[in-house]
């Protein structure tokens, strides 16, 4: 167990609709990363968002927004949805700030996505 | 920004045989190279480490070679199993600003039995 929790862990909705993932850091990690994983695709970066700002942004579409919360807690909403959203989202979390000298990302259990 | 290359895509060997994954970097100010597992459907873990200030690590059967100069690392797994089976990754960390981790495209290791 990563310490890092995601929900929820499977998510089937269709076309045009609107949804939202949620990511529990690890207690006391102050970053939290959004990837996008397709099938036979890497990780594609998302947002980066560190102690409730969003700190950088990566192949994020504009149907796509993000925000991390006073208690460190992220939420990813997906909007429009299109049978090409479908994939796994993963949430990390990290201590990596400005001032931290950087640790490790650790994963959750991600979120499928299936757009029908 | 950071882009990290990865090579192969896919790699397949012999239970017992060797299994080498290469990466490249592009931003010289990284110091900082995780190498992730990932098993079907699983998410990803990592495995091993190194920072800019080592140039080899070793761990068990596992082991990661770093080349500032050349801006390339390594991973080596030895005497491989059927169970070191899953897709590997790379990641290099740039220094500055926000810390994120750039993945590589990801190398599908198969050991065959």
């Known amino acids: 167990d990563s310490g890092v929790t995601q929900t929820p862990k499977h998510l089937i909705t269709a076309t045009g609709q609107r949804v939202t993932l949620r990511c529990s850091p690890r207690?006391?990690?102050?970053?939290v990363y959004w990837y996008q994983q397709s099938l036979d695709q890497g990780l594609q970066f998302l947002i980066q968002?560190?102690?409730?700002?969003?700190?950088a942004k990566g192949n994020i579409l504009e149907r796509f927004s993000a925000q991390q919360f006073p208690d460190l807690h992220s939420e990813l909403n997906l909007s429009s949805l299109e049978l090409g959203d479908s994939a796994l989202y993963f949430c990390?979390?990290?201590?990596?700030?400005?001032?931290?000298?950087?640790?490790?990302?650790?994963f959750g259990q991600g979120t499928r996505l299936t757009v029908v | 920004g950071e882009n990290v290359e990865q090579h192969p895509s896919t790699l397949s060997v012999q239970e017992g045989d060797s299994a080498v994954i290469k990466c490249t970097y592009s931003?010289?100010?990284?110091?900082?190279f995780p190498w992730y597992k990932q098993e079907l459907g699983k998410r990803p873990q990592l495995i091993i480490d190194?920072?800019?200030?080592?140039g080899e690590k070793k761990d068990q059967r596992i082991a990661v070679t770093l080349n500032k100069t050349a801006k390339h690392f390594s991973l080596h797994i030895t005497e491989t199993q059927p169970e070191d089976s899953a897709v590997y990754f790379c990641a290099a960390r740039e220094s500055g600003g926000s810390y994120i981790p750039t993945f590589g495209r990801g190398t599908s290791l198969i050991v065959h039995p």
């Open positions: 190194i920072r800019s200030n080592v």
């Open positions: 207690s006391g990690d102050l970053s």
């Open positions: 931003d010289s100010a990284s110091n900082y």
């Open positions: 990390a979390s990290s201590a990596a700030g400005p001032r931290v000298g950087g640790t490790e990302a650790f």
């Open positions: 968002y560190y102690n409730g700002e969003e700190r």
